[in-house]
C-alpha cells in the first residue's frame, strides 16, 4: 500500500472511530435521560400544568357567568401564567431528548366560591409538596434547566394562592373588572394591577415586559 493511501485509510479508521464513539455516547445519555426521575417529574409537571390551564379558563368563564369579573381576570391570569409553565416545562424535555405529554381532564365546574377553594387547594400542593420535591430530585441530578422551571412555577403558584385566597375572602368585592393582573411572561409570576417593581423579583425580567390580564 503507497504511503498516501495508507494515511487516506488510517483517517478513515480514525473517523469511523470517533462517529462510532460519538453514536455510542449519544446513546448512552438518551438512556441516561429516559432513565431519569427528573425527566418524569417534567412531564407530571407538564400534565399538571396542561390541566390548570384548560381548567383556570373554565373557571373563569364561570366567575363571568356568576358576575365575578375581577376573579373571572384572575382566573384568566392564572391561566396564562399556567401556559408559561408548561411551555417552560416542555422545552426542558425536549431538550432532554423526549417529547412532552399531557391528558386534558376538565373536572366538574362548580360555583366560583368552589372553584377558588379548589384552585388554592391544587396551588397550596404545588408550592407546598410537588416543586419543592422535584426541585430536590433536579438537584440530585445536577439538572440545571429542570431546577430553574421548577422554580420559576413554585414561585408563581405561592401567588397564585394568596391571590385566590384573597379573592375567596371577599368575593362580593370581586365583582368590578379594574385594573387586571400582571403575569410575568417568562416565569409566570403574577401580581395584582400594575406591578410596583421594576425587575421581576423571580426571574428579573423588566416589568414592562409583564402581560396584563384584564
Not at 462517529?19 to 399538571?48: I, P, R, W, Y
Request: proline share 3%; with cysteine; hydrophobic share 40%.
Amino acid at each position: 500500500m503507497k504511503k498516501g493511501n495508507r494515511w487516506l485509510h488510517f483517517a478513515l479508521i480514525v473517523a469511523i472511530s470517533f462517529a462510532m464513539t460519538m453514536t455510542v455516547s449519544a446513546m448512552s445519555q438518551a438512556g441516561d435521560a429516559n432513565d431519569s426521575k427528573t425527566l418524569e417529574n417534567l412531564q407530571a409537571a407538564f400534565n399538571g400544568e396542561s390541566n390548570a390551564h384548560a381548567k383556570y379558563l373554565a373557571y373563569a368563564n364561570k366567575a363571568g357567568e356568576e358576575g365575578y369579573l375581577k376573579v373571572a381576570a384572575l382566573f384568566r391570569a392564572a391561566a396564562y401564567a399556567e401556559e408559561v409553565h408548561l411551555n417552560n416545562h416542555a422545552k426542558v424535555i425536549k431538550g432532554m431528548g423526549a417529547r412532552p405529554k399531557a391528558e386534558i381532564k376538565l373536572p366538574e365546574i362548580h360555583s366560583t366560591e368552589q372553584n377558588l377553594a379548589d384552585a388554592i387547594k391544587g396551588e397550596t400542593y404545588e408550592q407546598t409538596v410537588m416543586y419543592p420535591d422535584f426541585i430536590a430530585q433536579a438537584e440530585k441530578e445536577q439538572n440545571d434547566a429542570a431546577i430553574e422551571t421548577f422554580s420559576y412555577a413554585e414561585a408563581a403558584e405561592a401567588e397564585h394562592a394568596k391571590l385566590y385566597a384573597k379573592a375567596l375572602s371577599n368575593l362580593n368585592e370581586w365583582k368590578v373588572a379594574d385594573a387586571g393582573f400582571g403575569v410575568c411572561p417568562l416565569c409566570g409570576y403574577t401580581v395584582e394591577g400594575k406591578a410596583t417593581f421594576t425587575k421581576c423579583p423571580v426571574c428579573g425580567t423588566p416589568v414592562d415586559d409583564y402581560k396584563l390580564v384584564i
